[in-house]
């Protein structure tokens, strides 16, 4: 069961001006599921994205690539059931084709549809199922749809993931709506899943992709479920100019800086939530790394327990075998690590120091800490200043129970 | 349940002229289990040693290091149960006692002995419990004692790792016995779990040093079970020198070749043994990567695949979801790689090329292979001459299982 999700309620979520939603049944893997979302995105709106860095990525991604970079964005459809992805040059027809329709339907180029895709990788696209479920999706378009999207983004996930924030922005009231879907194959590399994220705000395009990248590098790529780097990992902000404010036109603005660290907020919700709701996942665990000699050994240290199955089996058992986390850091890969400077902490317990265990340690509180649902471990490497923080979840017979019978 | 491994039996050990083994029971971690092993090496034996790269590595790594470098060996002493690793200077002061008090008994000095443990981490070894079994221990001193030896070295194991081979060495009868435990922590990086070989070839020290490089980089480097580097990884190559053979003095003659490649078959059959045996494994599947445009590329493919939790559920569930082997060479880390170059074959069945399913390849072929013991999954590049195996197993309820209550 998800872990510490709070029930999402349609009232939670706050229309953006300039957007709607709308969804369909296409019975792409099986009937009876939402499976189709479109979101339509009013005139002016600046769209920004980052998108997977696996060389297998998805059709639908290089085709969003593409687009963005050469329209102004109208509409996202985003499908699930099947990834689109290792389907070769029939995949990359595919979601030209669903883009193609799309304009048709709405009056625009095809060069205005960005194309999401999210389920099994290596089977064909059902594209004419996908095409013939567009006009109801469409007549189904309002603004108050959020929560309803949020379901239809949905594949192993048990709960939607959504998020609304209001802020004031040089006397402007502005709104920021995002959801998100993901639970296993999520380790995004400079992405996500599938984030969409929209707020009414008024930025150009060029400093809304900077911020992009800075959101997903403080949001999305700091959570790790598996490891498993998604092929279709796909993060999309998208800012309709509604609310009223002055355009932000610079990165080095107030306005910038508050906006960017609102969009941040939202993003770091959302992907906390997919780890809560990572593949059988019954505890959170916050890892921070401190006084690393740079952000890249703090990755790796912190990136080596995330991942490691004998840490994560050991929290779902609430197990204080924690010698299993030195291990970790020792293997990361730092080479002159000196390990005599290392302490480790589970919350507020000084667990290791000094290359071995604290002298004043005790196994009880170890066993305490482990019983929550909520960790941090900290490690403090005593080698400079950088930090870095991670989140994931562990490991439980209920992963290897999804992920053996997911395609079934 | 290990796969494919036959019943080992006594009688299948061939002794070594010059080495005997004993155990004893401690009760390190609980009564009544073998959980000691002394192995005695007569007077000019040479011995060679490769340890984890872990920098969290065990006070008896350290210690085994340094009297490698120092000293003839005369004994090894070994012990489960508690790994001494992660216990600072008290786990040092630990490894040096047992190696002193072993040498008092022995009449040798506490530089000629090598100390080995294996169990829990970041917890205080049990020093007295070993000592007071080092006289039983000794008394048990035989050369036929190989299958009780591999059984005192056991863990998480479920079945004990022993191999014997004989060559003939430029006319001379030589003898290589070997044994290794391991189960889990699997992920040797320059070294094993634990492997104690012995040959009765006679070779310098040197040259011998040299092999055991190679040995170890052809065998327990190219395992893992579940990418945890251990903190206690050593393989250990003892040759007494009681063959016969004019004593090998260089690694350009064909009797070092002849030997190193016996020794090394000896070594492959133990790593594979404890993959067989990795923990909750039902499925050994051997990855061959192919045409690498670097033997490092080839790593990052095969240990991605090697890795990936999403992978090795597939496999446990006999689905041939093969897609998520796709994705796993896509974030393998090769930022060049041209995925439409790639063939992707599950033992003979052509399942991807062109960067997506093969036109040819038929579900029921796939399942077919994934329903046996054994697979193979083989990645061709078509990016050079590089190539890598390296042998794994799937990831099952059972690993979970044991990993949740390792320690109780």
């Known amino acids: 069961m ?31 599921r939402k499976d189709v979302l479109v979101m339509l995105l009013a005139e002016d709106t600046q769209t920004a994205g980052v998108f997977t860095q696996n060389r297998f990525c998805a059709a639908p991604v290089v085709v969003a690539k593409q687009h963005l970079s050469l329209s102004a964005i109208r509409a996202l459809v985003v499908n699930t059931g099947n990834a689109n992805a290792g389907t070769g040059e029939a995949g990359m027809q595919h979601a030209q084709a669903t883009c193609a329709e799309l304009a048709k339907l709405l009056n625009c180029s095809a060069q205005q549809v960005l194309p999401f895709s999210t389920g099994v990788i290596m089977e064909p696209l059902p594209v004419d199922k996908i095409i013939a479920a567009l006009p109801t999706a469409i007549a189904d378009c309002k603004p108050d749809n959020w929560f309803t999207a949020a379901h239809a983004i949905m594949t192993t996930d048990i709960v939607p993931k959504a998020v609304s924030k209001q802020i004031q ?55 790790t479920v598996d490891g498993d780097t998604s092929t279709n990992d796909s993060l999309i902000i998208a800012a309709t100019g509604k609310a009223g404010n002055a355009t932000i036109t610079t990165t080095a603005s107030a306005e910038f800086m508050q906006l960017q660290q609102a969009v941040t907020d939202v993003a770091a919700e959302l992907a906390k939530m997919i780890v809560r709701d990572g593949e059988g996942a019954t505890k959170f665990i916050t890892i921070h790394i401190e006084n690393g000699g740079s952000q890249e050994e703090c990755n790796k240290v912190a990136y080596a327990i995330a991942h490691s199955p004998l840490i994560k089996t050991a929290f779902f058992a609430s197990d204080p075998n924690l010698g299993r986390i030195l291990a970790a850091i020792g293997y990361a890969g730092i080479q002159d690590l000196d390990v005599a400077k290392i302490q480790l902490y589970l919350d507020d317990v000084l667990v290791a120091e000094q290359g071995g265990r604290a002298a004043h340690y005790r196994e009880e509180d170890g066993q305490r800490v482990m019983k929550q649902a909520e960790i941090t471990i900290r490690v403090v490497l005593n080698r400079g200043n950088a930090t870095t923080t991670v989140w994931t979840c562990d490991f439980s017979y209920d992963y290897v129970k999804i992920n053996a019978s997911y395609r079934s």
Do not use: C
């Open 2 to 32: 998800p872990v510490n999700i709070p029930t999402l309620t349609a009232e939670q979520l706050l229309p953006v001006s300039g957007v709607t939603l709308g969804i369909a049944e296409a019975g792409i893997k099986k009937p009876g």
């Open 169 to 223: 922005l040089a006397g402007k009231t502005v709104i920021i709506s995002g959801i998100a879907k993901g639970s296993g194959m999520i380790r995004p590399n400079m992405a996500t899943m599938l984030g969409f994220i929209a707020t009414d705000a008024a930025i150009e395009k060029t400093v809304l992709q900077q911020m992009a990248r800075f959101v997903a590098d403080h949001s999305f790529n700091r959570i």
